[in-house]
């Protein structure tokens, strides 16, 4: 990956108007705003196992995750309408495209095309491979406009591109993060808290990435693998995720943590069990 770290959901979301987008089977409503008092039972990492609650890799729970990076990186629940999303949004990492925001100058936008041209060598994105492999690690363009945007937009329709977003999306984020969360002996909630936080501060080991708000978790708090209390843990690795995001101006908007997660959190809902309501720049969603 570039030493450029990943970038935040879209700059864009002020353009969001939540309220009035329709979803099939989801609703769009206000979310909560009670938090449970301090006399509310803890959850503790032994009792939702016991139940046998579904990790994050559950495809009804891998949906839901889905949802919920969309509500912030794309100010909407209809992630698989972004499959053709592409646009520079001046965060410094050149253009950032598709489901997740593969970004050209962060390499996985890069690999992304590589694995593409590697199912289906004849696609219309093959040709601006020497390009990303030129513009990443910066913000450049050359070598990809005029065309490379219409040409994304196109390549979105082909169901072979859409596999390969989804295929590396699992690869470079979503596994990778849902087994840590079980190494670390946490639920769903926590699994998904570390995949939005991959998907954001992209892997590695610097101070800023996935690798570095984890280390400075656990400098505060003991996951429950370690025989730690997953509330505890979670508010510390939440804590160290809003100091990152606030390191950098374009990630300072920190409604993805504050009215999201640490909502889920504060609910002792670590099993991210329906219905879920939350707000994302100050706008609401809800999926039952």
């Given at each position: 990956m570039s030493p450029l770290p990943r970038r935040i959901g879209l700059a864009a979301a002020a353009l969001a108007v939540p309220a009035a987008l329709v979803f099939t089977g989801v609703g769009v409503g206000q979310a909560s705003d009670h938090l449970p008092s301090s006399s509310d039972a803890l959850h503790t990492h032994s009792a939702h196992k016991a139940a046998a609650a579904s990790d994050l890799?559950?495809?009804?729970?891998?949906?839901?995750?889905?949802?919920?990076?969309?509500?912030a990186e794309n100010s909407s629940l209809d992630w698989r309408a972004q499959f053709s999303y592409i646009e520079d949004i001046g965060d410094g990492r050149g253009y950032t495209a598709g489901i997740i925001g593969f970004c050209s100058g962060t390499g996985d936008m890069l690999e992304l095309v590589e694995h593409y041209t590697q199912q289906k060598p004849d696609n219309v994105l093959a040709k601006y491979l020497p390009a990303l492999r030129e513009v990443d690690g910066s913000d450049s363009h050359d070598g990809l406009d005029p065309d490379f945007t219409k040409d994304w937009k196109k390549a979105a329709e082909d169901e072979a591109f859409q596999d390969a977003q989804e295929h590396e999306r699992d690869r470079v984020y979503f596994n990778p993060a849902v087994q840590q969360g079980k190494d670390d002996g946490l639920g769903a909630l926590g699994q998904f808290i570390y995949y939005d936080a991959i998907v954001m501060h992209g892997p590695g080991d610097s101070e800023y990435s996935f690798g570095g708000i984890r280390k400075a978790a656990l400098s505060h708090a003991k996951p429950p693998a370690q025989g730690g209390d997953e509330t505890t843990y979670l508010n510390a690795f939440l804590d160290a995720r809003v100091e990152a995001m606030k390191s950098e101006e374009a990630h300072s908007d920190t409604s993805r943590v504050d009215t999201e997660q640490r909502k889920f959190l504060n609910e002792k809902n670590f099993d991210l069990t329906p219905p879920l309501r939350w707000q994302v720049y100050g706008d609401p969603y809800e999926i039952n």
């Open positions: 890799d559950d495809p009804a729970k891998k949906e839901i995750a889905m949802k919920l990076v969309s509500s």
